[in-house]
């Protein structure tokens, strides 16, 4: 069966250093992989999503960045944190659009 | 592109009562349709689906939507709600170009 994997599930972290958030899926090959933000009493928002290896749209401008080394591996960056990064970080699988996303556990994010 | 509303922030039910949580979408074509609920500080998982077919689908915990494309609406529908459905409700759309999108979300909360 297929699983995905968020870490670390909690991070504190300074204004101004750098993020390496990591995420992989394990029992499917070439999935749509996705990053999410969810702010505080707010809905989810695309930040990017990846069809395939070395492949990125990105939805929103801002200071961060994804990259996905490997089929089932998605990176999300940042080389100078802001305080407005702090947020609920979750990473997702798709196949296809006609089918539901799978989603990891998430990732608290807390800058100071 | 497409688009969901979810016009409740936040609902409150009693403990036994019934449920209808909002969902409005906008897309050119027929959507596929989903409903996923978040308790907190965890990922999403998925209550149900619609893609084609029977426009009232069943999904886990009880729950069951409802998709009319005269209203462009997929409302979830609970018959009795228990304490332990308080979390937040996230309806999302897919179209066919590998992309989905959420809805802001419902925060359900249960009265004993």
């Known amino acids: 069966s297929q699983t995905i994997h968020q870490w670390p599930a909690t991070l504190v972290q300074p204004v101004g250093s750098p993020l390496s958030l990591e995420c992989t899926v394990e029992?499917?090959?070439?999935?749509?992989l996705y990053w999410y933000r969810q702010a505080a009493g707010r809905g989810l928002q695309l930040l990017f999503y990846s069809v395939g290896i070395g492949q990125i749209s990105s939805e929103v401008p801002q200071n961060l960045s994804a990259s996905r080394p490997q089929d089932r591996q998605f990176i999300l960056s940042s080389k100078k944190l802001l305080l407005s990064d702090s947020g609920f970080y979750l990473c997702?699988?798709?196949?296809?659009?006609?089918?539901?996303?799978?989603f990891g556990d998430g990732t608290r994010l807390s800058i100071l | 592109a497409q688009s969901v509303t979810q016009p409740d922030i936040h609902i409150t039910v009693s403990e036994g009562a019934s449920l209808e949580l909002r969902c409005n979408y906008s897309?050119?074509?027929?959507?596929?349709l989903f409903w996923y609920v978040q308790s907190p500080g965890q990922g999403l998982q998925l209550l149900l689906k619609y893609f084609s077919g029977d426009t009232l689908v069943q999904g886990i915990k009880g729950f069951e939507a409802e998709f009319k494309r005269s209203q462009s609406s997929f409302n979830l529908r609970k018959p009795s709600v228990h304490w332990s459905d308080a979390a937040e409700y996230f309806c999302?759309?897919?179209?066919?170009?590998?992309?989905?999108?959420f809805g802001a979300g419902t925060r359900l909360t249960v009265k004993p």
């Open positions: 999302a759309v897919g179209a066919r170009n590998n992309d989905m999108r």
């Open positions: 897309y050119g074509a027929t959507p596929y």
């Open positions: 029992g499917t090959s070439n999935p749509n």
């Open positions: 997702a699988w798709g196949v296809d659009s006609n089918q539901p996303q799978h």
